[in-house]
Structures are given as C-alpha cells and as structure tokens.
C-alpha cells in the first residue's frame, strides 16, 4: 500500500516532468519564430536555438 508521502513525490515529480516538457516546447517555439523572422538559415541553428533558450531562462527567472 502507498503512502500518503509516497503519492505526494510521485505527483510533484509527474509535475516537474511536465513544466520540462512545456519549457522543451516553448524553446522550440521560440526558436521556430526567431528562424522565420529573422531570415537565418540552417548555419544559424546554434544562434538561434540558443537565442531561444536564453529568452525561456529569463523568463522564468522573471517568473520566480
């Protein structure tokens, strides 16, 4: 049988998994935006995508 405790970690971890996934998405997002609108090509990858991680790090720097 679970514990009370038991439930309590299992349920903040599935919710730490899911902020995760939702962070992974709007990086990519993001990325995807920076990519269309600023006319980079695939040699600007790297810029871009770390452009992209960088304004999530911020924000939820921001956030806390």
Known sequence: MRTIEGLEIDYLRD???KVKE???LLVEEIYQWIMANEDMGIGEYADALYEATKIVAEWKR???
């Open 62 to 64: 921001k956030i806390k």
């Open 22 to 24: 939702n962070e992974e």
């Open 15 to 17: 919710q730490l998994r």
